[in-house]
């Protein structure tokens, strides 16, 4: 009888999952977290911004929905991955910074509330998902329930509708005094309210964890997500990462 040799095997690809409402952090935060732990990012509210973009550099009615799903069909999306430097690109234009304009804005929850765009979108996100074989931390709006419900990691990243609010006008007016706050309002609170008629981001499904972040710094809601990682799945950040 022949001795089988044990070939030992790599860890399993790591998946995190991240939702929360607007001004949350999920973003800055998931970013952090998959530094530390040598995983790959994907921004998917990102998605849904480059394909408004597209639609209106192309001239598409938003409120057409057989017209949206033909124009992400048509769309050279790409999605880069790595934390450190993530991307988003339709086709040679580097559109990194046209999808956070006031006018996508504006205009982003049309295309995120559109049902069969979500259902292309959920299978092309679990497709970046699936590929990502050092592990991912992914974020948005319903991967905890929809996209990854079996991520090893499920966690909503909510805030005080005020912090939000500071924070977002302080990524966008540079400042979070009253005029600025108010001058995001609109983005911010309209946006969560139409998003929440398709998914679910502000009441955490059973298994997901909540972090409530509206009384903590950039850094412990970092190191909080970090522990639950760590204590979820065993694994510890890599040496030397912050």
Not at 77 to 102: F, H, N, W, Y
Request: glycine letters at 6%.
């Amino acid at each position: 009888m022949s001795r089988s040799t044990c070939v030992p095997t790599s860890e399993p690809a790591l998946v995190v999952a991240v939702d929360g409402p607007s001004g949350s952090g999920k973003s800055s935060v998931s970013r952090a977290v998959a530094r530390r732990f040598g995983l790959r990012y994907l921004d998917t509210g990102a998605m849904y911004r480059a394909l408004t973009w597209w639609c209106l550099e192309q001239g598409v009615d938003l409120t057409d929905p057989a017209a949206v799903v033909d124009a992400m069909d048509a769309m050279p999306l790409e999605m880069g991955t790595d934390p450190a430097a993530p991307s988003v690109r339709v086709g040679s234009v580097d559109v990194g910074q046209a999808i956070r304009q006031t006018r996508v804005s504006e205009q982003v929850s049309a295309v995120a509330t559109n049902l069969q765009v979500r259902a292309r979108m959920r299978d092309l996100q679990r497709r970046l998902i699936h590929e990502a074989s050092e592990g991912i931390v992914a974020e948005g709006r319903d991967i905890t329930t929809v996209v990854a419900p079996d991520a090893d990691v499920r966690v909503l990243l909510t805030a005080t509708e005020l912090t939000r609010l500071q924070r977002r006008a302080l990524e966008l007016h540079g400042h979070a005094e009253e005029s600025a706050v108010a001058a995001t309002r609109d983005q911010v609170v309209r946006r969560d309210r139409d998003d929440s008629t398709v998914s679910q981001f502000v009441t955490a499904a059973d298994g997901v964890r909540t972090i409530d972040s509206s009384s903590m710094t950039f850094e412990q809601v970092v190191d909080a997500l970090t522990e639950l990682v760590g204590s979820r799945t065993g694994r510890v950040p890599r040496a030397g990462s912050a």
